[in-house]
């Protein structure tokens, strides 16, 4: 297996503990670091937004939607890649979507492989 640079921290926020697991074997069976996080709020409030070079956040979680939360990582770090994840497809027609160059969104079940290149294509500039 190749080690990835530390630049390739990948944060994952998802209030159920299952799917954060399983995100998170995901993400180490390619080699990658994952940080995990139960809440946005305990990501912003862990101090380790800088080390994250890509965040995964489910849309629908109590308090701070992954929404909200990526408006509030993208006012520190403009340029770190998004990828959100959600359960149910049928609020993105209500929620408030970026525009172009906004993340990549996936429905729950996600096909692994998929996600995962989705991940390397966000990480993709930080290397070239």
């Known amino acids: ?3 990835r640079p530390a630049s390739q921290v990948v944060a994952v926020i998802d209030d159920d503990p299952r799917i954060l697991r399983s995100l ?3 993400l180490e069976s390619a080699d990658y670091a994952v940080r995990a996080f139960a809440s946005g709020a305990a990501l912003l409030q862990s ?3 800088d080390e994250i070079a890509c965040v995964i956040s489910d849309v629908e979680m109590p308090g701070m939607d992954g929404f909200e939360l990526l408006r509030l990582v993208h006012e520190i770090r403009p340029e770190l890649p998004a990828i959100l994840i959600t359960g149910y497809p049928e609020t993105l027609e209500w929620l408030p979507l970026p525009g172009a160059g906004g993340p990549r969104v996936f429905t ?5 492989p998929e996600l995962l290149a989705a991940v390397r294509t966000a990480l993709r500039p930080l290397h070239e």
């Open 1 to 3: 297996m190749t080690v």
């Open 24 to 26: 998170e074997d995901l």
């Open 47 to 49: 101090g380790r937004l």
């Open 108 to 112: 729950k079940p996600f096909d692994g």
